[in-house]
């Protein structure tokens, strides 16, 4: 069934067409049976076309575009967006908001030397792209000049809505543009927020089993604030099925990958209304599909992230020198609004903006868009090919549900902190097949990663053209190994999650997540579970005896000893080795899922060895995946070389010391520990 159907104010279409079919059902379907296919569309061709868009410029603060079916008031020539309206005289936004505090873009950003600065985008200059029956589509551009230095992001910013007939949501997307001359910037965060009516939109949704009915925006103030500001103990809230609870929008993170539809609905309304925030593709989000980012939070707000540094931190911004020219186009993003005529259960809204996330993606890249910035999609390139992957010797084997893609020009793995370009990304099939299609003409390298195998993969491709169909034929990768493996801790898939992951504090829950084995991590407070479990002696996994699942905790955080004292802690690998082989290397591979100000000193069998045989850099990453209830943040690698006498023949001690100690949020989490014996008789490839 067609979704438009559905739509409530467009009741007289249906009344028109359900007479049309009805009419020529009976009418045809009495002549013959083989008509009846004919008869059906000679019925649909009665059907009166959608309303056309009218766009009415008039008022001198307000821009209102009206479809019959959605209309929204725009700031003139600002550019916010003040006014949606769906179903009724009633904003769907927060019309108790200040106009620029409803639906708008922000950037945060900061000029050199200076701090950082969170700015709306408000436009200066007012355009009509297109006007028809069919498509409006509008323009506020914010131009920069040398006056606004220090005030405003060294970016021209156009930001675009079009509403087309028939439609039940509008697009919106904002392109970028660096003029050669603009001074320096760094660029944190770019996003779109829409803040809902809170007195009607109270059940929020962001998967098939993360959905459920929201504290409050006053739940909070009311509530007490946790160890990290975001989290929110909801002591008072006005639902007692939620009070108690702790709230917290990290909790709502998503990958990018997972991140494409997610919004509200009126649950409690007679005839409830959806809205839904679409994302029909992530090539214009920064640092790859397991990037993750915020999605919908209490408020009850709703997000477009394009970019940010969340779960990535310091690595993920995008920086500008001064004088560097940049394009770039963000979105288009679709705002999708439901509901249904007759009274269907609330929770198939959602089901019904999955069936419109998947209309956009087989619309995508969209063809009528207004920019000749946007490339429309004869412009855009294909390639394909297939991915083996050959771990130490033996034969290559299909590289399977590996990540690969597209991004600018890098090291290997350089795309999880790369932002500023586009990225194209998609998974192998069984076979290590892959296709990635719609790329955007201009020079990348292709890069992968195998879930199973350690390390990245990169191949050099140059230059994608328009209309570029490309066959790559068979690649293959060969993830880090010296040696064979002696024993292996984890699953390397740059996640914490096959570890131990406690269960939350009783006291410290968000109910959503208790019965949820895929998502537990996403609870409150896990970090401190830590000196719960190990109170006065740290972790000691025993190869051959322990079981990763349940001794290996997901993250090696501090260890509290008091009210706001903590100490580093050491944990142990212990392991037995029947010999020593001379001459050679051993080789461990540490591979990381997430690191926040930490460094991690390896010893072996020598716990008091000054300085430690091993050692990262100090302070290293600042994913706060720990904080942010994240499983993983950026993966990184260390393969550190042993030598032999290193080693003993008989029981063997590893030493892993987190050794920054500031508070509760420092520490690793590891993806995978592998332990190599030397190279055999040829060295291995
Ligand atoms: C513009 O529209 C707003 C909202 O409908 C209204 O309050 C205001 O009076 C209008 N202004 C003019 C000049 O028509
Ligand atoms: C949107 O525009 C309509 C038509 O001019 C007006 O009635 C309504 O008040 C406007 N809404 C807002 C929030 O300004
Ligand atoms: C502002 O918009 C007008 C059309 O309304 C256009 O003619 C003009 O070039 C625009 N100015 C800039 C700086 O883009
Ligand atoms: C979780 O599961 C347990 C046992 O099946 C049940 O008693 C409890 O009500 C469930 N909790 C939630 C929040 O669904
Ligand atoms: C062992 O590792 C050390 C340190 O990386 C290196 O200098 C040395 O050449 C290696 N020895 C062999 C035999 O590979």
């Known amino acids: 069934m067609m979704v438009e159907t559905h739509m409530r104010k467009q009741v007289p279409l249906q009344w028109w067409f359900r007479m049309a079919v009805l009419l020529s059902l009976i009418f045809f379907g009495a002549c013959s049976d083989s008509s009846e296919s004919v ?24 821009v209102v575009i009206d479809n019959g079916i959605v209309s929204l008031n725009l700031s003139k020539p600002g550019g916010y967006i003040i006014g949606l309206y769906y179903d009724g005289a009633t904003n769907i936004l927060s019309q108790k908001n200040n106009e620029n505090d409803r639906g708008y873009l922000d950037v945060v950003w900061n000029g ?18 297109e006007e028809s029956d069919t498509l409006v589509e509008v ?48 660029v944190y965060q770019v996003r779109i927020v829409y803040k809902l009516d809170d007195g009607r939109f109270h059940y929020m ?3 098939d089993t993360r959905q459920r009915k929201m504290p409050t925006a006053e739940d909070r103030i009311t509530g007490q604030v946790l160890a990290y500001p975001e989290a929110v103990l909801l002591t008072k809230a006005t ?32 005839a409830p209304v959806g809205f839904w925030v679409i994302t029909p593709s992530n090539e214009f989000r920064n640092a790859g599909p397991t990037k993750q980012d915020l999605t919908s939070h209490v408020g009850p707000v709703s997000l477009s992230m394009f970019t940010s540094t969340h779960y990535g931190g310091k690595k993920v911004i995008m920086d500008f020198a001064k004088g560097e020219a940049y394009k770039k186009v963000f979105g288009p993003i679709f705002v999708y609004l439901n509901s249904f005529p007759i009274k269907t259960p609330f929770k198939s809204l959602w089901s019904d903006a999955v069936q419109q996330l998947s209309n956009e993606e087989k619309k995508w890249p969209y063809d009528f868009i207004g920019s000749k910035d946007f490339f429309p999609p004869n412009q855009r390139g294909t390639l394909s090919g297939r991915l083996q992957v050959k771990d130490g010797g033996g034969v290559a084997q299909p590289a399977k549900s590996s990540y690969i893609g597209l991004a600018l020009p890098g090291d290997e793995g350089s795309w999880q902190t790369e932002s500023k370009g586009y990225q194209f990304w998609t998974q192998t099939d069984k076979d290590g097949s892959f296709s990635i299609t719609n790329i955007v003409p201009g020079k990348y390298n292709l890069y992968a990663w195998v879930p199973g195998f350690i390390g990245d993969f990169k191949y050099q491709i140059n230059v994608i053209k328009p209309g570029d169909n490309i066959h790559l034929g068979t690649l293959v990768f060969n993830p880090p190994r010296n040696g064979p493996t002696l024993w292996e801790i984890g699953i390397p898939d740059r996640s914490a999650a096959e570890f131990y992951v406690p269960d939350p504090n009783p006291k410290l829950v968000n109910r959503l997540y208790l019965n949820d084995s895929i998502n537990r991590f996403r609870q409150y407070g896990l970090w401190a579970r830590y000196t719960d479990l ?11 005896v322990s079981d990763y699942h349940k001794d290996w905790f997901y993250a090696q ?45 390896v010893r072996f069998n020598k716990p008091k060895e000054n300085p430690p045989y091993f050692s990262t850099e ?35 001690i590893i030493y892993l010391t987190q050794s920054i100690v500031k508070g509760l949020f420092e520490g690793v989490m590891y993806d995978y520990i592998r332990l190599e014996s030397p190279p055999t008789t040829s060295k291995q490839t």
């Open 39 to 62: 008869s059906f569309r000679k019925g649909l061709k009665t059907a009166p076309p959608p309303s056309p868009v009218k766009l009415n410029t008039n008022n001198f603060t307000q």
């Open 112 to 129: 050199a030397g200076k701090p950082s600065f969170f700015e709306r985008i408000h436009g200066t200059n007012f355009s009509v792209i």
């Open 139 to 186: 323009s506020f551009l914010k131009t920069w000049t040398a006056s606004l230095e220090g005030s405003s992001v060294p970016i021209n910013i156009d930001i675009r809505y079009i509403l087309r007939s028939g439609d039940s949501g509008f697009y919106s997307y904002a392109i970028f543009t660096r003029p050669p001359g603009f001074p320096a910037v760094t």
């Open 205 to 207: 949704a962001i998967s």
């Open 239 to 270: 639902d007692p099925q939620i009070r108690g609870e702790v709230d917290d929008k990290y909790q709502y993170s998503s990958e990018n990958k997972d991140n494409s539809v997610h919004g509200w609905i009126t649950e409690d309304d007679s």
């Open 534 to 544: 190990y109170p006065k002696n740290d972790l000691i996994f025993t190869v051959g």
């Open 557 to 601: 955080v501090t260890r509290s000893i008091g009210e706001s004292q903590f100490v580093a802690t050491t944990w142990q690998i212990q392991f037995q080795l029947e010999n020593i082989i001379k001459g050679g290397n051993y080789t461990l591979q540490l591979a990381l899922a997430s690191a926040s100000n930490s460094q991690l000193e």
């Open 618 to 652: 100090p302070q290293i990453g600042d994913d706060n995946a720990i904080a942010r209830h994240g499983i993983h943040g950026l993966y990184k690698l260390y393969t550190v070389a042993v030598n032999s006498n290193q080693l003993v023949k008989g029981n063997n």
